[in-house]
T-cell receptor, first 110, second 113 residues
Framework: GESVGLHLPTLSVQEGDNSIINCAYSNSASDYFIWYKQESGKGPQFIIDIRSNMDKRQGQRVTVLLNKTVKHLSLQIAATQPGDSAVYFCAEINDYKLSFGAGTTVTVRA | DSGVTQTPKHLITATGQRVTLRCSPRSGDLSVYWYQQSLDQGLQFLIQYYNGEERAKGNILERFSAQQFPDLHSELNLSSLELGDSALYFC????????????FGSGTQLSVL
């Protein structure tokens, strides 16, 4: 079964605000984590990744935080824009296998 | 554009039929993956190939089969189709297939009527 999951299936955020999307994983042996964004009618698109030897990684407007103690992963999006509306998946890699969580649908309000 | 190409984009067929989905990986990638995405199931891993050989198998039904050809493109064959097989089928590729990030195609939307 799935070993990666998200806390909330939906998130509504005001344009310009920061978004935080959470993900819990259950396999403490997982050593690599990825966030994907999937827009309607498209395939998942890589956003950012983090290895288990790090606790924070920053990209352009996005930050991923990893808390191995509680097996928690989060994706922060700064100054959320309408184009950020999508489904966000966290994924973990363990033993070379990538497993996806159920996804969080982010809706940006104008 | 991820560089992964999938055809066709849409496929409509009837129960009991057989279809073939095609995928061309990114240039230089040796590993290809197939995923199924249903509304209530999320992204389910089906199967992975590396340089023509099967490397990992997930929740793939016996009615489904896949292969990767010498030119590295892959095909997913779905037979004896059932209504429940209606889903988005994604192909992804990665350089070595050893726990790297995957790059996904745009998917094939299969509708079984």
């Amino acid at each position: 079964g799935e070993s990666v999951g998200l806390h909330l299936p939906t998130l509504s955020v005001q344009e310009g605000d920061n978004s935080i999307i959470n993900c819990a994983y259950s396999n403490s042996a997982s050593d690599y984590f990825i966030w994907y964004k999937q827009e309607s009618g498209k395939g998942p698109q890589f956003i950012i990744d983090i290895r288990s030897n790090m606790d924070k990684r920053q990209g352009q407007r996005v930050t991923v935080l990893l808390n191995k103690t509680v097996k928690h992963l989060s994706l922060q999006i700064a100054a959320t824009q309408p184009g950020d509306s999508a489904v966000y998946f966290c994924a973990e890699i363990n033993d070379y296998k990538l497993s996806f969580g159920a996804g969080t649908t982010v809706t940006v309000r104008a | 554009d991820s560089g992964v190409t999938q055809t066709p984009k849409h496929l409509i067929t009837a129960t009991g039929q057989r279809v073939t989905l095609r995928c061309s990986p990114r240039s230089g990638d040796l590993s290809v993956y197939w995923y199924q995405q249903s509304l209530d199931q999320g992204l389910q891993f089906l199967i992975q190939y590396y340089n023509g050989e099967e490397r990992a198998k997930g929740n793939i039904l016996e009615r489904f089969s896949a292969q990767q050809f010498p030119d590295l493109h892959s095909e997913l064959n779905l037979s004896s189709l059932e209504l429940g097989d209606s889903a988005l089928y994604f192909c992804a590729s990665s350089p070595q297939g050893l726990g790297e990030k995957l790059f996904f195609g745009s998917g094939t939307q299969l509708s079984v009527l």
